[in-house]
């Protein structure tokens, strides 16, 4: 069975930086492709960034250049770092795990997740 926790969301002004953690519980993290997804008020989930069990990484638009997303096979983590938040990230960040190392902008590639913590932004 496979458990994630996600951690370090909280409020921060425009501008700054914060790093989101997500603690894998379960067997084979390193076969894992894993992904962060974020939802707004009003919004429908959408896909943020994902990271292949062969270090691969992919992003939306939005983010490039702007969040990294890396993973530590050693701790079983994957981290979200965000800088120059903006206000329109502000959101619940989910994090979620699969077997599948394509398609993972599609949350059906997905098999697990996480609670999710909250990311917001003022500006």
């Known amino acids: 069975q496979v458990q994630l926790v996600e951690s370090g969301g909280g409020l921060v002004q425009a501008g700054d930086s914060l790093r989101l953690s997500c603690a894998f519980s379960?067997?084979?993290?390193?076969?894992?492709?894993m992904g962060w997804f974020r939802q707004a008020p009003g919004k429908e989930r959408e896909f943020v960034a994902a990271?292949?069990?062969?270090?691969?990484?992919y992003y939306t638009d939005s983010v490039k250049g702007r969040f990294t997303i890396s993973r530590d096979n050693a701790k079983n983590l994957v981290y979200l770092q965000m800088n120059s938040l903006e206000p329109e990230d502000t959101a619940i960040y989910y994090c979620?795990?699969?077997?599948?190392?394509?398609?993972?902008?599609?949350?059906?590639?997905?098999?697990?997740w996480g609670q999710g913590t909250q990311v917001t932004v003022s500006s």
């Open positions: 979620a795990a699969g077997n599948q190392q394509s398609g993972l902008g599609s949350a059906a590639s997905y098999d697990y």
């Open positions: 990271v292949t069990r062969s270090s691969n990484t």
């Open positions: 379960g067997r084979t993290f390193s076969s894992y492709a």
